[in-house]
């Protein structure tokens, strides 16, 4: 929060309020008041008084509407955050990590064993209990989409008839260290590389997806 913004905005909110408030009291001053409530008096029962009750009953319908909907926003809230969200972000550090420029015409190989060089690295620090790396899998961020289409089907003739997948990386301890838990299935291990057997969930058996070269 800016200093000086914050000094700004106090000054006019107090220059205000002193502002409004000292005219009523010139007002007052001045000996209006009493005239100003012997025409209350004499004309209460007059269009303007109609209209000015006309304008308090509104203005009290619509602050309970608000204060109805203030409600509702704080319980709404409060339930929001007693809900589970399937991963504890407790103790957890993420930051963005960038290749050497010298790994820009580096073989995949090459990118591969550094990556994993970096990752035994940052598991060697004291306290750190476990590692990920990850791409697209940090909840409530952004995403990586795969466009591709059924083999065996013609090519669609643009990229938007095409069917979207989501895609996320991330390595073996990646659930371990967002604390989620295994419901079914079995967690990722080493074995899970660029060597191991793809597995992939499919709706129907007889049909592989193709993604576009």
Request: charged share 20%; proline share 6%; aromatic share 8%.
């Given at each position: 929060?800016?200093l000086?913004?914050?000094?700004?905005a106090?000054?006019?909110?107090?220059?205000?309020?002193?502002?409004?408030?000292l005219?009523?009291?010139?007002k007052?001053?001045?000996g209006k008041?009493?005239?100003?409530?012997?025409?209350?008096?004499?004309?209460?029962?007059?269009t303007?008084?109609?209209?000015?009750?006309?304008?308090?009953?509104?203005?009290?319908?619509?602050?309970l509407?608000?204060l109805?909907?203030?409600?509702?926003?704080?319980r709404?809230l409060t339930?929001?955050?007693?809900?589970?969200?399937?991963f504890?972000?407790?103790?957890?550090?993420?930051f963005?990590?960038?290749?050497?420029?010298?790994?820009n015409?580096?073989?995949?190989?090459?990118?591969?064993?550094?990556?994993?060089?970096?990752?035994q690295?940052?598991?060697?620090?004291?306290?750190?209990?476990?590692?990920?790396?990850?791409?697209?899998?940090l909840p409530l961020?952004?995403?990586?989409?795969?466009?591709f289409?059924?083999?065996g089907?013609?090519?669609?003739?643009?990229?938007n008839?095409?069917?979207?997948?989501?895609?996320?990386?991330?390595?073996?301890d990646y659930?371990?260290?967002?604390?989620?838990p295994?419901?079914?299935g079995?967690?990722?291990?080493?074995?899970d590389d660029?060597?191991g057997?793809?597995?992939?969930?499919?709706?129907?058996?007889?049909?592989?997806?193709?993604?576009?070269?």
């Amino acid at each position: 929060m800016d200093l000086r913004v914050l000094i700004f905005a106090a000054a006019v909110s107090l220059l205000a309020g002193i502002c409004f408030g000292l005219i009523p009291a010139f007002k007052t001053a001045q000996g209006k008041a009493y005239a100003a409530l012997k025409e209350g008096g004499r004309g209460g029962t007059g269009t303007r008084h109609r209209v000015q009750r006309a304008l308090v009953v509104a203005e009290m319908a619509l602050a309970l509407v608000l204060l109805v909907g203030a409600g509702l926003m704080i319980r709404t809230l409060t339930a929001l955050w007693n809900v589970n969200p399937g991963f504890d972000t407790r103790n957890v550090l993420t930051f963005g990590l960038a290749l050497p420029p010298a790994m820009n015409t580096a073989t995949p190989e090459a990118i591969r064993a550094w990556l994993r060089e970096a990752h035994q690295q940052f598991q060697s620090i004291p306290g750190v209990q476990s590692v990920s790396y990850t791409w697209g899998a940090l909840p409530l961020s952004s995403d990586d989409e795969w466009l591709f289409w059924i083999d065996g089907e013609p090519k669609p003739a643009s990229e938007n008839d095409m069917n979207w997948a989501l895609n996320y990386v991330v390595e073996p301890d990646y659930l371990k260290v967002m604390g989620i838990p295994l419901e079914s299935g079995r967690f990722f291990t080493t074995h899970d590389d660029e060597h191991g057997r793809q597995v992939l969930q499919r709706d129907r058996p007889d049909r592989q997806a193709a993604a576009p070269q």
